[in-house]
């Protein structure tokens, strides 16, 4: 089992780019979430989803979009990026409600 | 207002020189809580889930355990392999939003050999 999977793990982009970053996990979890870490600041809650079909917004939605159209998949789209969402962005997956979550490995975005 | 707080911010350690770190919570209904540990450059790895007060997990050279309002992390005869940042995550019973976690800022602990 690869786990949780993001692509890609580093990436620059110009202000106002749009683009997606790539979640998937092969486990069958049905919870799927969206952080960013910024240094001091923790891991904080961007989008969540508890199944295909079903999303909602976690602590800091603003500028991203998430959807969930297979289980195994859970995009993150940057509409417009700003300097502000230069961050470290982790998927991660959960079997239930209650048990551990799984991360992936991280992508590392700058915006310039 | 932080709801989860971690302490201290960093710790330094010579090896074998056992100690703590403390995860506390401000709001009531625990569902959990959660110890994972970062290294550098990678996500964060899983290490126990709490349930109740008084419940304890053991792993090699950890151990963590829960009171009503804070979580300790014990770290006995710590090897430099130890070092990382140990992450606290807690989730709440809210409503609609009983899946979320929080979590604390982190302890970076460096342990020197």
């Known amino acids: 089992n690869a786990g949780v999977t993001q692509t890609p793990k580093f990436q620059v982009l110009k202000t106002g780019q749009s683009m997606t970053l790539q979640c998937a996990q092969d486990?069958?979890?049905?919870?799927m979430s969206w952080y960013r870490q910024d240094p001091g600041m923790g891991l904080r809650l961007i989008h969540y989803?508890?199944?295909?079909?079903?999303?909602d917004q976690g602590e800091v939605p603003n500028g991203y979009n998430v959807s969930r159209s297979t289980t195994e998949d859970f995009p993150l789209r940057l509409l417009s990026a700003a300097p502000s969402q230069t961050s470290v962005y982790f998927c991660?997956?959960?079997?239930?409600?209650?048990?551990?979550?799984?991360f992936g490995q991280g992508t590392r975005l700058t915006v310039v | 207002e932080d709801q989860v707080t971690q302490s201290p911010e960093a710790l330094r350690l010579q090896e074998g020189e056992s100690s703590s770190l403390n995860c506390s919570y401000t709001?009531?209904?625990?569902?959990?809580l959660f110890w994972y540990r970062q290294d550098p450059g990678k996500g964060p790895e899983f290490l126990f889930t709490?349930?109740?007060a008084g419940e304890e997990k053991e792993k090699e050279r950890l151990k963590a355990t829960l009171t009503k309002k804070e979580s300790f992390l014990h770290i006995t005869a710590p090897k430099p392999e130890d070092s990382a940042t140990y992450l606290c995550?807690?989730?709440?019973?809210?409503?609609?939003?009983?899946?979320?976690?929080?979590f604390g800022k982190g302890t970076l602990l460096t342990v020197n050999p």
């Open positions: 991660a997956s959960r079997r239930t409600a209650d048990t551990e979550a799984f």
């Open positions: 709001v009531s209904g625990l569902r959990g």
């Open positions: 486990m069958n979890h049905e919870y």
């Open positions: 989803s508890v199944g295909a079909g079903i999303t």
């Open positions: 995550a807690v989730q709440f019973n809210s409503g609609g939003s009983n899946y979320k976690l929080t």
């Open positions: 709490l349930y109740s």
